[in-house]
Nanobody, 128 residues
Framework: HVQLVESGGGSVQAGGSLSLSCVGSGYTDSMYCMGWFRQAPGKEREAVAAKLSTSSTHYADSVKGRFTMSKDNAENILYLQMNSPKPEDTALYFC???????????????????????WGQGTQVTVS
């Protein structure tokens, strides 16, 4: 079965940097798209960065220019490099996967969390 395990969360000062990792297993990598979401207390889960297709990665406006999503395809590890984090970035961060169509496009829109079929347990990021 699909398993996603996040790591790398912790406490960081505003303006610093932090890198999150997500190791995926139990699925065929080429058939799935990956993304990062976050959820702050009292707020809905929102997309941070996600693949929209094989060649396209989209970022939330709030993190554009500061966060970078990348992937080690050989090891199937998804990363989220968080530079210059702000206190408002404090949240529980999740990685997730959803199916990819044969043409390379990922099913679902950027912020459509219901299009994702599997989630990790989350890793807490606290920015002060």
């Amino acid at each position: 079965h699909v398993q996603l395990v996040e790591s790398g969360g912790g406490s960081v000062q505003a303006g610093g940097s932090l890198s999150l990792s997500c190791v995926g297993s139990g699925y065929t990598d080429s058939m799935y798209c990956m993304g990062w979401f976050r959820q702050a207390p009292g707020k809905e889960r929102e997309a941070v960065a996600a693949k929209l297709s094989t060649s396209s990665t989209h970022y939330a406006d709030s993190v554009k220019g500061r966060f970078t999503m990348s992937k080690d395809n050989a090891e199937n590890i998804l990363y989220l490099q968080m530079n210059s984090p702000k206190p408002e970035d404090t949240a529980l961060y999740f990685c997730a996967v959803r199916r990819r169509a044969s043409g390379g496009v990922c099913f679902g829109s950027f912020n459509d969390r219901h299009s994702y079929s599997a989630w990790g347990q989350g890793t807490q990021v606290t920015v002060s």
